[in-house]
């Protein structure tokens, strides 16, 4: 958790003038979003321009103003500063042996634009393919090579439609994108189409305005929304220890107030986060934020991203290592989202040394064991 000063980004020099009603005005932290090595320059110190130009050229770059100012600029191995600042590996031959563009098939298997129906009970709404802050390691980073654009109520109402004749469609997981960089008013629309419909028990709402402009819930409006369409659930995307502040606190107290639960899902990151003490301060400090951990995911074979994968143990041990240390409340589900669409599947320790017809021998975080009849 970082505690943050008052007034702690009139220290960055650009920042200096900036007052605290526009430091904490969501619509500021999008508009003054640094998207250019010149802005970024004023910053941190930018060791290889051109690369940067080269990579970003591809795989664009953007970040809030509230993200960066989060980041330490004398460390060249900030936790935060990796996951937004382009690196040749993500465009380097050498590193995308295996990934794909889009792993998942989620255009492929998609019954209409924006809409991706891998399970029965639950469909994937993709509302926007525009975020405020670039994360590199993105799962569908195939969408920072397209123009940044939202979809039109047109659009919407195709998807809304396709859901509407779907009964057995019991969630919607409105994703983008990110959907809460959209104005008050379009995520009205979209929020109010699917409360009305009957057979909709959920609207679950994926965005990381929370981690890098949590002054959109400082925003009486949408906050109404939330209290208004009551079927919201938030789900989040922390990282690092750091990304937690006093104003995420303050932020999700604010959505709590609405009803709207708040569950977080991480990536696991090489360089990043891929050890157990992070993951172990991560979880800490996301329940003393009240925010539930939900999935540790291992990182997805897309294209661009692929040298922050981990091996499949290393999630192992962060999760054998949680168990029996940390409270179960903050314990995430470890899991891999299978290629080509096949959904995703939890991944544990195995706590089962043996089974017979008579017993199973079971053993629990310090390898004790027990025999127990069934
Ligand atoms: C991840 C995902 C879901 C949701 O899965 P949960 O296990 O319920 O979180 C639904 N549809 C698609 C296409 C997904 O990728």
């Known amino acids: 958790m970082q505690n943050l000063e008052e007034n702690f980004w009139q220290k960055i020099h650009i920042y200096k003038d900036i007052s605290k009603e526009q430091w904490q005005d969501w619509k500021w932290q999008i508009a003054n979003r640094i998207t250019s090595l010149n802005?970024?320059?004023?910053?941190i110190p930018i060791n290889n321009e051109e690369d940067f130009l080269k990579i970003s050229e591809i795989f664009h770059f953007g970040t809030t103003p509230y993200y960066i100012s989060l980041i330490n600029p004398n460390d060249e191995n900030d936790p935060i500063l990796k996951q937004i600042l382009p690196d040749i590996k993500e465009i380097d031959e050498k590193y995308q042996e295996g990934a794909f563009l889009d792993p998942f098939l989620e255009d492929v298997k998609s019954p209409v634009p924006g809409l991706t129906h891998r399970y029965p009970d639950r469909v994937l709404f993709r509302a926007t393919n525009f975020c405020s802050v670039y994360c590199?390691?993105?799962m569908r980073k195939r969408m920072f090579l397209e123009d940044e654009r939202a979809r039109t109520k047109e659009e919407y109402d195709v998807m809304f439609e396709y859901i509407r004749n779907n009964k057995s469609i019991k969630e919607v997981l409105i994703s983008g994108g990110d959907p809460l960089t959209l104005p008050n008013k379009k995520i009205e629309y979209i929020?109010?189409?699917?409360?009305?419909?009957?057979?909709?028990?959920?609207?679950?709402?994926?965005?990381?305005?929370?981690?890098?402009n949590p002054y959109r819930f400082y925003d009486e409006k949408l906050l109404q929304l939330f209290e208004k369409y009551d079927k919201v659930w938030l789900i989040t995307h922390f990282n690092h220890p750091n990304e937690i502040t006093s104003e995420t606190k303050?932020?999700?107290?604010?959505?709590?107030?609405t009803g709207t639960p708040v569950l977080n899902q991480t990536v696991l990151l090489k360089g990043i986060n891929d050890s157990k003490e992070t993951i172990e301060n991560l979880m800490r400090d996301l329940l003393k934020a009240k925010i539930k951990p939900y999935y540790l995911f291992q990182c997805d074979p897309t294209k661009g991203v692929y040298h922050f994968r981990t091996p499949l143990e290393v999630g192992l041990e962060i999760m054998e290592?949680?168990?029996?240390?940390?409270?179960?409340?903050?314990?995430p589900t470890f899991a891999v989202d299978l290629l080509g669409g096949l959904g995703k599947v939890p991944v544990l320790p195995n706590y089962i040394i043996e089974k017979n017809e008579d017993y199973i021998v079971f053993r629990n975080y310090e390898n004790k064991t027990v025999k127990v009849k069934i």
Do not use: F, P
């Open 39 to 43: 802005e970024l320059k004023q910053i």
């Open 136 to 138: 590199r390691h993105c």
């Open 191 to 212: 929020l109010k189409n699917l409360y009305e419909i009957s057979h909709i028990d959920v609207i679950r709402i994926g965005s990381r305005e929370l981690v890098v």
């Open 250 to 257: 303050k932020a999700v107290k604010n959505i709590l107030s």
């Open 321 to 331: 290592y949680l168990r029996g240390r940390l409270s179960g409340l903050g314990i």
